[in-house]
């Protein structure tokens, strides 16, 4: 599979290679984007399925030239991703092929002899289903009861309030969607060379939305922006601050006030298999709420950005169905607070500016990350992430994150650390590659002390390491 993202139209799709990053790091080329052409569908006898690929955010395209994409975010491991850090690696994924379809030959009918027994049976029941038929075509004709004073009497019934007559149960999706969708917007931008579209949570009373910075990068060098809210009013909007490393925007609503508005949940207490909520404008349907569990947590996914930059997210994974369109809106527990924020998509498609929708893997930023980002946006007007400063290599071989270099000074300089050391533990949970090196130190907070678990290539010893994070 392939990371993509589904939701630019018009907007350049080119990516620039990249070479070796820090630790909170470099990203690593893939090509992301959707296809709005119609496809061609094969008239061969056997079709092929597509391989998987990753779609970063869901901002449903508008405008720009027809069949043209910009190049979106894909994640890492299993599909393809591209990788932040100061060397460059190629996070292709062993995506593997669908299954091929080809319909069987045609077998030789064997013909079969019928005994003068089974031979009169046969004509017995086939006289048998004549005269019924015959019959029926008989008492339809012959019949004149046309009466329909029963069904019309029936159609008049007055409907009944709802299915059940009972109010939505507290927790139900039900419940929770008239809690949410309120405070759920959707997004357009416009400029000279496309447009886009996507979602966002009200997070204030007086305007301000959170949401994807791929949602906004266009609006955000002199293009047009419109908020579109629950109740179908528009307003237009202006960009406050965005991050295209952790594709985190803030958005502002002009001239509004005494807004209905999400609270933030603790993203740390959520647990696999509980029960969530998304809610967006897939493919600019307004206020649509789908519903899953949590499946995954502390998934590192990559995607590429406009512009050739890239996002390392540390996401929850879910099986709610998101698509092109839910990018920045909320994924919610079942008491209506925000968990997550939608952001990347894995999809099939056999390249990276086929269109694709959802097939139950869907990424979400943290609520606890994006409230971070948030402040920062909003009160400073940029970010900054905790880092071990550490170069790592952006090789994949799943045994761990090798140190490439160590910043002389920095956190883990200070801690013993040494070029050619391999970490495969941040604190309990395990490190595969650079990817969950960088997204595991991001989601912790500044002056924290990590403990990690450090080998070297070749030796079975591990030895535990206390790193106190500074910031960038």
């Given at each position: 599979m392939n990371m993509r993202n589904d939701d630019y139209r018009g907007f350049d799709g080119t990516s620039q290679e990249g070479s070796f990053q820090e630790g909170p790091g470099r990203a690593e080329p893939i090509q992301g984007g959707p296809n709005f052409e119609e496809s061609?569908?094969?008239n061969a006898g056997a079709q092929a399925h597509e391989t998987g690929s990753y779609s970063q955010g869901w901002n449903q395209p508008r405008g720009g030239a027809e069949g043209t994409g910009a190049s979106m975010p894909g994640p890492q491991g299993v599909p393809s991703q591209r990788q932040y850090g100061p060397q460059a690696q190629d996070f292709q994924g062993q995506g593997q092929e669908g299954p091929m379809v080809t319909p069987l030959p045609p077998q030789p009918q064997q013909k079969k002899k019928i005994g003068l027994g089974a031979a009169t049976a046969l004509a017995a029941v086939a006289a048998i289903a004549a005269g019924s038929i015959a019959g029926a075509i008989v008492g339809l004709n012959s019949?004149?009861?046309?009466?329909?004073?029963?069904?019309?009497?029936?159609?008049?019934?007055?409907p009944t309030a709802n299915s059940t007559g009972k109010e939505p149960e507290e927790g139900s999706?039900?419940?929770v969607a008239s809690k949410v969708l309120p405070a759920v917007v959707s997004i357009q931008t416009v400029t000279r060379s496309?447009?886009?579209?996507g979602s966002g949570s009200v997070i204030s009373p007086d305007g301000y939305v959170l949401t994807n910075h791929h949602v906004v990068a266009g609006a955000e060098h002199g293009g047009m922006m419109q908020v579109t809210m629950n109740d179908g009013s528009k307003h237009d909007a202006e960009v406050v601050a965005s991050d295209a490393n952790t594709d985190v925007a803030i958005v502002k609503i002009k001239d509004v006030k005494d807004l209905p508005f999400l609270q933030f949940g603790d993203s740390d207490s959520v647990a696999v298999?509980?029960?969530?909520v998304a809610v967006g404008s897939p493919l600019g349907l307004n206020a649509t709420v789908t519903s899953g569990i949590v499946s995954a947590k502390n998934r590192p996914v990559r995607a590429s950005q406009e512009g050739g930059e890239s996002s390392l997210i540390d996401a929850i994974q879910t099986d709610a169905a998101v698509n092109p369109g839910n990018s920045g809106g909320?994924?919610?527990?079942?008491?209506?607070?925000?968990?997550g924020m939608n952001s990347m998509i894995a999809s099939l498609s056999s390249n990276s500016t086929g269109e694709g929708g959802s097939i139950g893997l869907g990424f979400a930023i943290p609520s606890n990350f994006a409230k971070r980002m948030a402040d920062e946006l909003i009160n400073d007007g940029k970010v900054t992430h905790p880092t071990l400063g550490v170069k790592v290599l952006a090789r994949d071989d799943g045994n761990g994150a090798r140190i490439a270099e160590v910043e002389p000074g920095g956190p883990a300089d200070k801690a013993g650390l040494k070029e050619g050391d391999?970490?495969?533990?941040?604190?309990?949970?395990?490190?595969?590659?650079?990817?969950?090196?960088?997204?595991?130190a991001r989601s912790q907070d500044f002056g924290a002390t990590v403990t990690l678990e450090v080998t070297r290539e070749g030796s079975d010893d591990s030895r535990q390491v206390e790193v106190t994070l500074s910031g960038e």
């Open positions: 061609e569908q094969s019949g004149g009861n046309n009466d329909t004073s029963v069904v019309n009497e029936a159609l008049k019934a007055q999706v039900e419940e496309g447009g886009a579209e298999g509980q029960e969530v909320p994924l919610v527990d079942r008491d209506g607070n925000i968990v391999i970490v495969t533990r941040v604190n309990d949970r395990l490190i595969e590659n650079a990817d969950a090196l960088i997204a595991a």
